[in-house]
């Protein structure tokens, strides 16, 4: 069974950092796609960040410049940097895996693993 559990969330002020942490675990194999999505009040849930296991990304255009996102494939855990937030950004965040080549993973589908979601509020 796959589990996934973000973490590092919290509440900063425009302009602050934050960086959220995603622990996968029940894999027997090395995942191939990691990705961030998020989902404020009232919006549709949509993708942030994702990571293939060579380490290519892709971003959404809101974040590029500001977000990046990284892993440490050993130990199979994925990695949100988020800088310069700006009160849009404020949202929940989830971690997600299940993808098993580049179009699912960079499109957003496929995604069969879900966290529980991490809480990241921006204030002015």
């Known amino acids: 069974q796959v589990q996934l559990q973000e973490s590092g969330g919290g509440s900063v002020q425009s302009g602050g950092s934050l960086r959220l942490r995603c622990a996968a675990s029940?894999?027997?194999?090395?995942?191939?796609?990691m990705g961030w999505f998020r989902q404020a009040p009232g919006k549709e849930r949509e993708g942030v960040a994702v990571i293939d296991m060579n380490g290519r990304t892709n971003y959404t255009d809101s974040v590029k410049g500001r977000f990046s996102i990284s892993q440490d494939i050993s130990s199979y855990v994925a990695y949100l940097q988020m800088n310069s937030l700006k009160p849009d950004d404020t949202a929940v965040y989830y971690c997600a895996t299940g993808p098993r080549e580049w179009y699912e993973c960079r499109t957003g589908q496929g995604y069969r693993f879900w966290g529980q979601g991490t809480q990241v509020t921006v204030s002015h």
């Open positions: 029940g894999y027997t194999f090395r995942p191939y796609c």
